[in-house]
């Protein structure tokens, strides 16, 4: 069963509202006062919403089968907590909850007994729940249904764009701002100095660990990864992915095959986009103990190559991997081997490559400068576009259907099957 765009919402901001309910209900009754536990300041709990739109989704095919449903629905929902309490930290320097006084706690963001609450929770919703709303939704108009879906998704915007200027302390850089002379700018800026700072407000008193204290700027700023930084990492880790997977391929199977997620050069994203998101979340962590790394490889690996798995398949029909000849696999797109390689690779890259890698991306950004980080953006953001175009006439063309547009002429005459098969030996069709 597919989803579509109006159920997928409807069902994010159900279990977001339902979310915040219990978390306000639990909070309020602990601390014999009202407390507002959404990030945001609406009756929402988002992050709920989009675990369960996620499992909805991504394992919807696991819904027959209780053990691995529960498994991946547990795995899954973890992950996520784990990645936004990382994040989080991140901006503000603060844990926003800390477990570590549970018992089987990990890194105090998530602990065992949480973990199997979001498997059982993430079960009953996938097998029973997600059907019984999609089919309370269905009662309405048409129109109803619609106009309050695009309500919701306008008050959701709003209400995370002032949390996320709260975060990120937007009221702070107001000051130097407001002296632009355009009266526009001066009432944008001041409105939205007004909003940060009240829900800031808010935010300290239901998170009361998140609000800062006087810390020194020089010391955070020294060991901060940025967005160029970990744009460069993508690249980096894109095309060594590729390279290693290409050699691995030749030492395991006897031949040499693409590995390329691209049209245009050796570039696996899959590979890239996990080296950026475990850098992004590890950094800081480098100096921890080797186990503390490799089990966060384990677990985080397993769950995004799971997703990655379906979420292509979903988008382009296509199956880019299948390890169902292996033993412990799940549905043919992990396995136990695989998943343990991903910590074994978590732990070189944190302790040993990205070091290395973190200076010599220093040293290419002062040679060079903005120039050919920006050439590479522009690069990879057509060389992306022009890879999806393919992969969709490619899937599009073996259903038989016929170029109709001009773009799809276009894929046809320089992307036909023989090529794309020569990119994507492994490629097919479900």
Not at 144 to 161: E, P, Y
Not at 355 to 364: C, E, K, L, Q, T
Not at 401 to 419: I, L, P
Request: glycine share 8%.
């Amino acid at each position: 069963m597919h989803y579509t765009f109006y159920e997928t919402a409807i069902l994010f901001f159900t279990y977001s509202f339902l979310a915040w309910l219990a978390e306000t209900a639990v909070a309020t009754i602990k601390e014999k006062d009202f407390r507002n536990r959404g990030f945001a300041s609406g009756p929402f709990c988002f992050i709920y919403g989009f675990t369960a739109v996620m499992l909805a989704v991504f394992f919807q095919e696991l819904k027959e089968d209780t053990f691995f449903l529960f498994l991946g629905s547990m795995a899954t929902a973890t992950a996520i907590e784990w990645f936004t309490g990382k994040i989080l930290e991140r901006m503000k320097q603060k844990k926003w909850w800390d477990y570590s006084s549970k018992k089987w706690n990990f890194d105090g963001y998530i602990c065992l007994q949480y973990s199997l609450l979001w498997g059982l929770l993430g079960f009953l919703s996938v097998r029973y729940v997600n059907g019984f709303i999609t089919g309370l939704y269905g009662i309405l108009p048409g129109f109803a249904g619609k106009a309050a879906v695009w309500g919701l998704l306008f008050t959701g915007f709003i209400d995370l764009s002032g949390t996320a200027m709260s975060v990120c302390h937007i009221g702070q850089k107001i000051p130097h701002i407001t002296r632009l002379d355009r009266r526009l700018h001066k009432w944008t800026l001041g409105f939205a100095k007004k909003v940060s700072a009240h829900i800031e407000t808010r935010i300290g008193k239901v998170y009361p660990s998140t609000v800062q204290e006087k810390t020194d700027i020089s010391v955070i700023d020294k060991d901060k990864c940025s967005i160029v930084q970990l744009f460069w990492l993508l690249v980096l880790g894109a095309f060594l992915g590729d390279i290693v997977e290409t050699i691995f391929c030749r030492i395991t199977a006897g031949v040499w095959m693409s590995r390329s997620s691209l049209v245009y050069g050796p570039f696996s994203l899959v590979w890239g986009i996990a080296v950026a998101l475990l850098t992004a979340l590890l950094y800081k962590d480098r100096d921890k103990q080797e186990h503390y790394i490799f089990w966060a490889g384990v677990f985080l690996g397993g769950a995004y190559e799971y997703i990655c798995s379906v979420f292509t398949e979903i988008v382009f029909g296509k199956v880019f991997w299948d390890y169902s000849a292996m033993q412990f696999n799940l549905g043919g797109r992990i396995n136990l081997l695989y998943c343990l390689f991903w910590g074994i690779a978590a732990v070189v890259w944190i302790k040993g490559i990205y070091p290395v890698m973190s200076r010599f991306i220093d040293i290419i950004l002062k040679k060079t400068g903005r120039v050919l980080t920006v050439f590479l953006i522009v690069f990879m953001a057509i060389n992306a576009c022009i890879s999806v175009m393919a992969l969709v006439r490619y899937d599009t063309r073996a259903d038989g259907q016929k170029a109709v547009y001009k773009w799809e002429q276009s894929m046809d005459k320089y992307f036909g099957d023989a090529r794309m098969e020569r990119i994507y030996p492994n490629a097919i069709q479900k």
